[in-house]
C-alpha cells in the first residue's frame, strides 16, 4: 500500500483584529520614530476632554484591566465550630466526630488564610484605556489621566500585557495593564520618555513571531515595521 505522504504545510494563523490593532500601532511607532506630525492621525472621540495637554487627542482607545500586585489577607484566621457534649458510646462519637471536624476546618483555613497573605496580580479596575501622544486615560468611569512623564518605567512582560510603575496621588503604583493596546501604550511611552530602552530598540515590544505572521498576510509595510524587529 502506499504510504500517504503529509503535507509539510502548516495551515497559517488568521489575520485577526488584534493583528490590526498591532499593525496600526507599528504605523504609529514608525511615525514617532521618524518625526512625523501626530496631528495627522485620525482622532478618536472620547466621553471625556484629555486632561494631560490642552487640545490633547486621542488616536487608540479599547478595553483594560489594571492589576495591582498585592496579598489578598494578612495571614491571620479565625474558626468558629459549636462544641458537642455528650455521653455514652453515641456521645463519645459526636464528640469525637466534633473534634475532627475542628481540626479539618481549622486546618482548611490556616491553608487558606496562608494563600490568601501571598502576594499575587489582583484585577483592582476595568475599563477602557484612551491613548495620545501625551499620556493615556484610565476611564473606569471615573477619569484617571496619566502624563508619559508620570511613569517612572514600563515594559511589555507578554502579548497585550505592560507592566507600568509610576507616582499617582496617592504614592507609587506598580501595575500591569492588559489591553490589545499594551504595545501601543510603551512604545509611545519610550518614544516621549526613554528612547533607549532595550524592548524599543531592538523591536522586542511585539510578540515573537508576530513580524513574519504580518509579512506572510502582506499587512505591514516595510517602512512601517519598527527599528530592531527585522
Known amino acids: 500500500m502506499a504510504r500517504v505522504r503529509k503535507s509539510a504545510s502548516i495551515a497559517e494563523a488568521p489575520w485577526t483584529y488584534r493583528d490590526e490593532v498591532l499593525s496600526y500601532t507599528c504605523q504609529l511607532a514608525a511615525l514617532l520614530e521618524n518625526g512625523g506630525d501626530p496631528a495627522e492621525v485620525e482622532e478618536v472621540l472620547a466621553p471625556f476632554p484629555g486632561r494631560n495637554v490642552a487640545g490633547e487627542r486621542f488616536w487608540a482607545s479599547g ?25 455514652g458510646a453515641l456521645g463519645v462519637g459526636l464528640v469525637a466526630g466534633s473534634l475532627a471536624g475542628s481540626a479539618v476546618a481549622r486546618s482548611r483555613a490556616r491553608r487558606n488564610a496562608a494563600a490568601a497573605a ?77 528612547p533607549r530602552h532595550p524592548q524599543l530598540v531592538t523591536g522586542q515590544w511585539l510578540p515573537p513571531g508576530w513580524v513574519e505572521h504580518a509579512r506572510r498576510h502582506r499587512q505591514v509595510p516595510g517602512n512601517a515595521l519598527p527599528a530592531g524587529s527585522g
Open 63 to 87: 478595553p483594560v484591566v489594571v492589576s495591582d500586585f498585592r496579598a489578598l489577607g494578612d495571614g491571620s484566621w479565625s474558626v468558629s465550630t459549636p462544641f458537642v457534649f455528650g455521653t
Open 118 to 194: 501571598t502576594p499575587r496580580w489582583v484585577p483592582i479596575e476595568n475599563g477602557a484605556l484612551y491613548l495620545s501622544e501625551h499620556g493615556f486615560h484610565l476611564y473606569t468611569p471615573q477619569v484617571h489621566p496619566w502624563s508619559w512623564g508620570g511613569i517612572t518605567g514600563a515594559a511589555m512582560v507578554a502579548p497585550a500585557v505592560v507592566h507600568v510603575a509610576g507616582n499617582s496621588k496617592g504614592g507609587p503604583v506598580s501595575w500591569l495593564l492588559q489591553s490589545d493596546w499594551a504595545e501601543l501604550l510603551f512604545v509611545s511611552w519610550a518614544h516621549a520618555v526613554h
